[in-house]
């Protein structure tokens, strides 16, 4: 049972190129999420998956897609890297009713 | 709009000193709540949550904390810090009937020896 699995767990790219940031949870969980961390600024919502074939912006959706491609996975698109995009991605899982979300370890990931 | 403060960035205690990590809420109606813990390099991980019912919630670590309608409020206690608590710790609310939930900006805690 690994949990909420995040890959890569390091990248840096170049202004304008793309990448897809890839998360995975075996625990049979409905809903998926995409959060950023920066410093002084807390986690904040891109996109979530509230259950399967659903998905919907957060805070800061913009310059950002997803595929929640079935139950198990939810990825992260950045069709053309600014260094904005700058930061420690987190994906997370909740289990209907708990509202627990178990989190992964982080993609640290730095654009120049 | 949901939305969460944490008023403190940085608390630094000593070792054995009782701690209260502030958290207020800003919400039509009282949301789900929550506290997480983050180390260094590491997720996040929940210490204690509120849905209804005693105000007061136990979590893990020792942790404990209060749900106060009126102040919209929801701190953190512990009533001795361990070094090992020394880590960022988060706030969020949750709206009921959804599964979107909104995090605060963080407290850093500091423990001195």
């Known amino acids: 049972n690994a949990g909420v699995t995040q890959t890569p767990k390091f990248q840096v790219l170049k202004t304008g190129q793309s990448m897809t940031l890839q998360c995975a949870q075996d625990?049979?969980?409905?809903?998926m999420y995409w959060y950023r961390q920066d410093p002084g600024m807390g986690l904040r919502l891109i996109y979530y998956s509230a259950s399967e074939g659903t998905t919907d912006k957060g805070e800061v959706p913009n310059g950002y897609n997803v595929s929640r491609l079935n139950k198990r996975e939810f990825s992260l698109r950045l069709e053309s890297a600014a260094p904005s995009q700058t930061s420690v991605y987190f994906c997370a899982s909740v289990a209907g009713g708990a509202h627990e979300q178990y989190f992964g370890p982080g993609t640290r990931l730095t654009v120049t | 709009a949901q939305s969460v403060t944490q008023p403190d960035i940085h608390i630094t205690v000593s070792e054995g000193a009782s701690l209260e990590l502030r958290c207020n809420y800003s919400?039509?109606?009282?949301?789900?709540l929550f506290w997480y813990v983050q180390s260094p390099g590491q997720g996040l991980q929940l210490l204690l949550k509120y849905f209804s019912g005693d105000t007061l919630v136990q979590g893990i670590k020792g942790f404990e904390a209060e749900f106060k309608r009126s102040q919209s409020s929801f701190n953190l206690r512990k009533p001795s810090v361990h070094w090992s608590d020394a880590a960022e710790y988060f706030c969020?609310?949750?709206?009921?009937?959804?599964?979107?939930?909104?995090f605060g900006t963080g407290t850093r805690l500091k423990v001195l020896a």
């Open positions: 969020a609310v949750g709206a009921r009937g959804t599964y979107k939930y909104i």
């Open positions: 919400y039509g109606a009282t949301p789900y």
């Open positions: 625990m049979n969980h409905n809903s």
